[in-house]
């Protein structure tokens, strides 16, 4: 373009003709440009922090032995040893298990039951109770519940065991106290280093280590199952089961119906209630900034009667608008979107506890939208073509 | 004659002031469909939530330790205590009682069956137990009140699904098969722990809707006990896929315990926990006590259904209670943040036209003041003007929001929120509020404008 310098001659002119303006347009385009970046950062994590949250349901995969649907059709008293082999499983298939999915950790953890009996020491009251043996990263990871009369050290302890709180009320014990247990003949005990409150089955039973379940029920090496809390979307889900049942081809490995369906129902609700509101906002943002800065646009008619005055083609003009309106996009959008992934930073830690990650791919889609809004603004200027100049200086129209 | 201003002022450029309007009226829209989806929102997906299941559990206080492994309890019919079903419609008469969404007793008990009439006194020593789970489905239940009120498994625990076939009947005989178990005994035959014993002249097929259940009851053999018929087949993904699922009476009749159940569960809607919800209520002062008793809290309407239901202890299922509490109030954060977004973007773009429409006035603001207007004078007639503007543009903006508004509640969930004059209240005076701030700063600079230099051009 020969006339290129005073192209941009005549475009600083009209930026900064009028600071008053510039500031009100940037204002506008800055703030529109952060509400687009912060609330698009922010649902793309509430998304995937909403799953994260769910795992507050507690443990959603159960690895349990492949024949364990005749679990319930016999009564474990009447069960023979190899009946009760067949119910379990080997615990090296522990080591199989992937501690990690898509970049989050995965609690596994173990458990044996026995129906033994139980005493607190030093009564010989014996009454029938299920004894629990677990392994692995402890029951609150996977069933949130409230521990209360935690003690640490005890907790470490080779013959610690924690109590459910149906159970403790039953045996009047609490913390510190010692529980005898025993199961045809065999004897053990165990110091309660806490009493937890699921308001589950875990109320009325009793866990202790592997180990001690292990050799009260006879079936040193064996397990039960084996509860996993996995994070994840529920497709993820699902493909997570897939995976683990084709590495152990031995275990029947299921998610468990209720969570998985209230979650992928929640997921799919919240989500969409999130993306359809961002994209709202969005959408009127953008039609509010735009609205605003036509408003400011038509108030342009002078210099556009006087550029066609002195004979400027009005598609000179226009693509001198266009100009303006592109440097001021992305002015407003470069600074407004920065500002909105701070703010998204610290919303994410307002709302979930944990800082937003900032996502990039953010920053230029928003920056992108800005600039698209803000040459969508300056559409109203093609209008002015039909100005007649005279018209413009005589004050009418 | 300030009218008349104000009037001619608006008919004389109708496209500016459309534009101006058409600002508002977006900006406002926004606000009203976020503000009553917001308003609606908790309410809806707290119900939601009670697609996780029950969340209050019903025992009884004075009961042996049940044997429970994987939801089958493995105690004998005949240990610990029971409660009686009588007393469930007191449920509905509590303070939260609206609150209380669905309720289902259960019995639990075990028996031995067979799809065959093998004969009249088959030896079924050697038969598995077969768990029997007695439960309400669509249950007419009597309240003190003298009404009736609906209820059953199917509503607390709603991941129960009918695989074939539909739901029994009360009073028919009718039973329900988990899907495991119809699958596993579909053989005819005595149902042996591998089915060795079943009749080489029986033919395979599942059990389903249609088949007949012949149970036998007691430990020792020849007690026949009513024969069922299987109308469904349900999948639950839990233990009760190798159970059959009988009506609670007949339960009842099978363990030859009538009247009462074992277990409840209670689905209430319930407010999430917060700090104060976690304070204990032994050591509340009454005004506190109060406050805390009269809020939708969990442990609230626990307390209020052991006061009721006298001799049971009531439980929090703490992983649907806890992980419903996290999820919804990080969900209405987010919500009221995405509201406050809108509100901020909606002002935003309301103030900045608003501030355009003055600036692009000048002419007329010296016009008038060259005429003798004072700058009083000036400034209100501006603010009435851009006030009109407000409430017009603000009234539009709120019918397009509730219209917005209609439509999201009904992609989502499936229900409208309605109208609410609130919402109608907070969007007209936050117009005002705005398109006044929004040209306060312009309308004080015009004030003090000289009016020669402007009626020149300058």
């Given at each position: 373009m020969s006339d290129s310098p005073m192209f941009w001659r005549i475009v600083r002119r009209l930026l900064t003709s009028n600071y008053s303006r510039l500031f009100v347009i940037l204002l506008a385009l800055g703030a529109g440009a952060a509400i687009t970046s912060a609330l698009l950062n922010l649902q793309i994590d509430a998304k995937r922090r909403l799953t994260t949250e769910f795992?507050?349901?507690?443990?959603?995969v159960i690895i349990a032995p492949r024949s364990a649907g005749n679990g319930g059709s016999s009564t474990s008293s009447s069960a023979d040893e190899t009946d009760a082999r067949q119910r379990t499983m080997d615990e090296a298939m522990l080591a199989q298990l992937p501690t990690e999915y898509e970049r989050k950790y995965v609690p596994a953890v173990a458990f044996l039951y026995v129906i033994g009996e139980v005493a607190k020491a030093g009564t010989l009251h014996y009454e029938p109770a299920v004894i629990a043996g677990t392994q692995g990263q402890g029951l609150t990871e996977i069933r949130p519940g409230k521990r209360t009369g935690y003690s640490a050290e005890l907790a470490s302890d080779p013959a610690a065991c924690e109590v459910g709180v149906k159970a403790a009320g039953q045996f009047k014990v609490a913390a510190g106290d010692e529980l005898l247990l025993r199961n045809q003949g065999r004897q053990a005990s165990c110091k309660i280093f806490a009493v937890i409150a699921t308001g589950g089955a875990e109320d009325t039973q009793i866990f202790a280590k592997l180990e001690t379940a292990q050799e009260l029920a006879e079936l040193p090496g064996r397990i039960s199952l084996v509860q996993m809390s996995v994070t994840g979307t529920p497709e993820a889900v699902k493909q997570f089961i897939a995976n683990v049942s084709e590495k152990i081809p031995g275990a029947d490995v299921h998610g468990i119906k209720q969570l998985a369906e209230a979650e992928g129902k929640l997921y799919h609700r919240i989500s969409g209630l999130l993306s359809a509101t961002v994209v709202l906002v969005l959408i009127l943002t953008s039609l509010c900034v735009m609205a605003g800065m036509s408003n400011v646009a038509i108030e342009r008619k002078n210099d556009v009667g006087l550029m066609k005055a002195i004979g400027g083609s009005i598609r000179r003009v226009v693509r001198l608008f266009l100009a303006e309106a592109i440097l001021m996009g992305i002015a407003g959008g470069l600074v407004g979107s920065a500002v909105g992934l701070v703010v998204s930073i610290w919303l994410g830690k307002a709302v979930f506890g944990v800082a937003a990650q900032p996502r990039w791919i953010v920053y230029p889609i928003s920056v992108i939208i800005t600039v698209i809004v803000s040459i969508a603004s300056a559409f109203p200027l093609r209008r002015l073509a039909s100005i007649s100049s005279a018209s413009v200086f005589r004050g009418e129209a | 004659m300030f009218l008349r201003l104000v009037a001619d002022s608006f008919t004389r450029r109708p496209k500016r002031k459309m534009l101006t309007m058409a600002a508002l009226a977006l900006g406002m829209a926004v606000a009203t469909a976020a503000l009553s989806v917001s308003l609606d929102v908790g309410d809806r997906l707290a119900q939601e939530f009670r697609s996780l299941g029950a969340n209050l559990l019903v025992t009884p206080e004075a009961d042996s330790l049940p044997l429970e492994i994987g939801g089958v309890d493995y105690r004998p019919a005949n240990a610990g205590a029971y409660l009686p079903v009588e007393d469930l419609g007191k449920l509905k008469t509590i303070f939260w009682r609206f609150n209380i969404m669905a309720f289902a007793p259960i019995l639990e008990t075990q028996v031995k069956a067979s799809p065959l009439a093998v004969d009249n006194v088959p030896d079924t020593r050697g038969w598995p137990e077969i768990p029997v789970i007695g439960t309400w489905v669509n249950h007419q239940v009597k309240i003190p009140d003298g009404t009736t009120y609906t209820t059953g498994i199917e509503k607390t625990n709603p991941w129960w699904q009918l695989k074939e076939g539909r739901w029994f009947e009360e009073g028919n005989n009718e039973c329900v098969v988990g899907k495991n178990f119809a699958e596993r005994h579909g053989?005819?035959?005595?149902?042996?722990p591998s089915g060795a014993s079943a009749p080489a002249s029986a033919q395979r097929s599942d059990l389903g809707p249609g088949s007949e259940l012949y149970t036998y009851t007691g430990n020792a053999n020849r007690a026949p006990g009513p024969a069922l018929h299987v109308v469904g087949v349900v999948d639950?993904?839990?233990?009760?896929?190798d159970a059959i699922i009988v009506p609670l009476d007949l339960a009842q009749k099978l363990a030859g315990k009538p009247g009462v159940y074992r277990r409840l569960y209670v689905s209430a809607l319930t407010k999430p926990e917060d700090a104060f919800a976690r304070k204990d209520p032994k050591t509340m002062t009454p005004a506190e006590f109060d406050t805390w008793y009269c809020t939708p809290y969990i442990s609230a309407i626990a307390l209020q259904i052991s006061q009721e239901l006298k001799g049971t202890d009531v439980r929090v299922i703490r992983r649907v209670a806890e992980g419903e509490g996290n999820v919804l109030t990080r969900v209405r954060t987010l919500l009221w943040l995405v509201t406050f977004a809108a509100l901020l973007a909606a002002a935003l773009a309301v103030g900045a036209s608003a501030a355009a429409s003055v600036i692009e006035r000048r002419t007329e603001i010296g016009l008038m003041k060259a005429l003798g207007a004072g700058s009083g004078l000036v400034a209100v007639l501006l603010a009435a003007e851009q006030l009109l503007l407000a409430f017009v543009g603000g009234g539009i903006g709120y019918c397009v929001g509730i219209v917005l508004a209609r439509l999201l509640g009904e992609r989502i969930f499936g229900f409208a929120p309605e109208p609410k004059m609130f919402v109608l209240f907070v969007i007209l005076s936050l117009a005002a509020l705005i398109t006044l701030l929004g040209s306060a700063f312009p309308l004080r600079r015009a004030s003090r404008y000289e009016p020669a230099p402007i009626l020149r051009g300058e």
């Open positions: 795992r507050s349901l507690g443990a959603n | 053989l005819a035959g005595p149902m042996g639950t993904g839990g233990p009760e896929d």
